[in-house]
């Protein structure tokens, strides 16, 4: 395995899952595979038999088992994952800047989809990224909806008011200068769900230079735009 959890027989026995990727193996192309000492590849591949992650085939060799697909059965789609690369991708191309999608998880907000401006100067934000909620037009966008109450304690350190979060609320969308990262601008709106929550906030950002101190007047439309399109796949129909 290229990296060790630390874990060793954590390690061992994803090696062995991982060797069975490529189908049914006999014990003696297992330990090839994997390998694994003779002795730890059985042991290991019949823990994992008793768990139904690894079964035999007719021929008695091991294969990957049942409850393998039965796990990532529980894993459904994401609709608004699904729909945010072609969305993002749009939103890029009419900008011409980077475009992000955000989650709120607690105090952080998570880039959960990005698409990059591919040349020249550019905000880059990682997909998994975390980022503060106390700064930047998403974070705004993603306190605008909530109960005043709720988010007192977060406003209380954060670089805008709640007068700002009023004005994002009554407009319908968020615009940032120099708030998250010095020489950086953004334009953010809402993504509603089917019963009208804010779910998520999609952004474009880029240097001021480009987009000015006063992005909103620049993209705030086709951003919009673009929350509602994601809202949409949600079943939103405000």
């Known amino acids: 395995m290229e990296q060790s959890s630390g874990v060793g027989v954590l390690d061992k026995a994803v090696q062995v899952l991982v060797s069975l990727e490529a189908g049914p193996a006999a014990l003696a192309e297992l330990v090839e595979r994997s390998g694994l000492a003779r002795p730890t590849a059985y042991r290991i591949a019949v823990a994992l038999e008793h768990h139904r992650l690894v079964a035999r085939d007719g021929q008695g060799r091991f294969a990957l088992g049942p409850r393998i697909v039965e796990l990532a059965g529980h894993r459904r789609a994401d609709p608004l994952e699904q729909a945010a690369g072609g969305v993002l991708g749009r939103l890029r191309a009419a900008t011409n800047e980077s475009a992000q999608l955000y989650r709120r998880e607690g105090d952080v907000r998570r880039c959960v989809a990005a698409a990059e401006r591919p040349t020249g100067l550019r905000d880059t934000v990682p997909v998994g990224a975390e980022l503060p909620m106390t700064a930047g037009s998403a974070a705004q966008v993603l306190l605008a909806w909530e109960p005043a109450e709720a988010v007192r304690p977060l406003v209380q350190r954060a670089r805008f008011s709640p007068a700002v979060l009023t004005t994002v609320r009554r407009r ?34 880029g240097p001021i230079d480009r987009l000015t101190r006063q992005p909103g007047r620049l993209h705030s439309a086709e951003v ?15």
Do not use: I
Request: proline share 4%; aromatic share 6%; net charge neutral.
């Open 172 to 205: 319908g969308w968020a615009a940032s200068v120099a708030e998250r990262e010095p020489g950086v601008a953004s334009v953010s709106a809402p993504v509603f769900d089917a019963d009208g929550s804010v779910v998520a906030a999609v952004s474009v950002s």
């Open 224 to 238: 919009v735009a673009a929350g509602r399109a994601l809202s949409r796949a949600l079943g939103w129909r405000g």
